[in-house]
């Protein structure tokens, strides 16, 4: 069964910092790019980021540029989000998506929450 499991989100200040974890299984992960989006009610689901299989290729969304860093270690089957200088417009459910082409989300973790507020 493919699971992606989300962990890392919480209660931060603005400016604070957060790292968010995603684990795979029942699936190749090494040949899946995997995303971060998140999601705020009312809200359109936002690509945050992407990243190749093999790390050589990423992408970021214009507001997360230069405070996000998504990174990923194959042989733990985990992908990250360094989330850095938060702002309360972070807030959201942040959910990790795989998918066997690069611009695919097949597969969906459960979402975890970051809240940023002083």
């Known amino acids: 069964q493919v699971q992606l499991v989300e962990s890392g989100g919480g209660l931060v200040q603005p400016g604070g910092s957060l790292r968010l974890s995603c684990a795979a299984s029942?699936?190749?992960?090494?040949?899946?790019?995997m995303s971060w989006y998140r999601q705020t009610p009312g809200k359109e689901r936002e690509l945050v980021a992407r990243?190749?299989?093999?790390?050589?290729?990423?992408n970021y969304a214009d507001s997360v540029k230069g405070r996000f860093t998504i990174s990923r270690d194959n042989a733990k089957n985990t992908v990250y989000l360094q989330m850095k200088s938060l702002k309360p417009e972070d807030t959201a459910v942040y959910y990790c998506?795989?998918?066997?082409?690069?611009?695919?989300?097949?597969?969906w973790g459960q979402g975890t929450q970051v809240t940023v507020s002083s």
């Open positions: 998506s795989a998918g066997l082409r690069y611009f695919a989300a097949n597969y």
């Open positions: 029942g699936f190749t992960f090494s040949t899946y790019a």
């Open positions: 990243i190749s299989s093999n790390s050589g290729l990423t």
